[in-house]
């Protein structure tokens, strides 16, 4: 017994009230003005430069200050009279400040090569999302005028097969091509729909909203990548891929830091001077001291 089946037409995307309709250009700049991310990859910089600063600046001498209270002993004077002052000041050794601004100073380098680095890979999302997005809906117009054109076939072919014209596997060869592409054309929705999310989301675009690329293409610079020598686009990758950078800075950063740590072996030295107005080797005694750490393990 054989069964006809009901088959709808396609039809193509129909414009949205909030068709959002953009260029390549109109794309990257609304991305860079709205993606957070960007922004907060940006403060990094801020932020690791800051370092530098910080790096630079020397320790801060201490100072000690101490008053007399009480004494049993009453032949100086009142123990409020009895007064000490200490100043003391720590020295970095081996080279351990210029190492803190040596690594302060990669750091910053590392955080440009990130930032870079992110929004480079996020530009070639921006730019395949949006091509994507383009060519799939040109294949989906396709798609629609052959569903539409099959559809109408398939109809002739019925009546015909009714009439007793046609055969019924020629109309269930029809019927299968139809639902074939019709099961495609589902597909290169989902693909659309799917791609359309993270292109909203990289242009912070309203969710409701439809992209529409705007885009006019000619091929006739496509015989310019021939022209190029391979080694020039290598030398092109080393120089200019940010991500080859940002590994390159962190070996350096790394090694720099294996040497800073080998200097805190090294002990820091203290360099004080000492006043007390009643001490007990006699009155206004001043000294003077250093003070280290033994490197015993």
């Not at 100072?63 to 970095?92: E, M, R, W």
């Not at 930032?115 to 117009?141: G, H, M, P, V, W």
């Not at 090294?266 to 003070?291: C, H, Q, R, W």
């Amino acid at each position: 017994m054989f069964f006809f089946f009901t088959v709808s037409l396609a039809s193509a995307q129909p414009p949205l009230p909030d068709t959002l309709k953009l260029t390549v250009k109109e794309a990257e700049d609304q991305f860079l003005k709205n993606n957070l991310q960007i922004i907060i990859q940006r403060f990094n910089i801020d932020n690791a430069s800051a370092q530098i600063i910080t790096a630079r600046l020397f320790p801060n001498p201490d100072f000690n200050f101490g008053n007399g209270i009480h004494t049993n002993d009453a032949s100086q004077g009142p123990a409020y009279k009895d007064q000490s002052f200490s100043v003391s000041q720590l020295f970095t050794t081996a080279g351990k400040r210029n190492k803190n601004i040596q690594l302060a100073k990669i750091g910053v380098e590392q955080a440009k090569d990130q930032f870079f680095d992110l929004l480079r890979t996020l530009k070639f999302t921006l730019r395949s999302d949006f091509y994507t997005i383009y060519f799939n809906e040109q294949s989906a117009k396709v798609y629609n005028d052959e569903i539409n054109s099959l559809a109408k076939t398939l109809s002739v072919f019925k009546e015909q097969y009714a009439k007793g014209n046609v055969a019924e596997k020629e109309v269930l060869r029809i019927q299968s091509q139809l639902y074939t592409l019709q099961a495609e054309y589902n597909n290169l929705q989902v693909t659309i729909d799917t791609v359309q999310s993270e292109f909203k989301i990289l242009v912070k675009a309203k969710p409701d909203a439809y992209v529409q690329p705007v885009y006019t293409y000619d091929l006739e610079g496509k015989s310019i990548v021939e022209t190029v020598p391979y080694q020039s686009l290598l030398d092109s990758a080393y120089t200019n891929r940010y991500d080859l950078k940002l590994a390159k800075v962190t070996v350096d950063y790394n090694n720099t830091n294996l040497q800073l740590q080998k200097a805190t072996a090294v002990p820091d030295f203290s360099l004080s001077i000492n006043y007390d107005k009643y001490g007990g080797y006699g009155t206004n005694f001043l000294g003077a001291g250093i003070e280290f750490n033994l490197p015993f393990f």
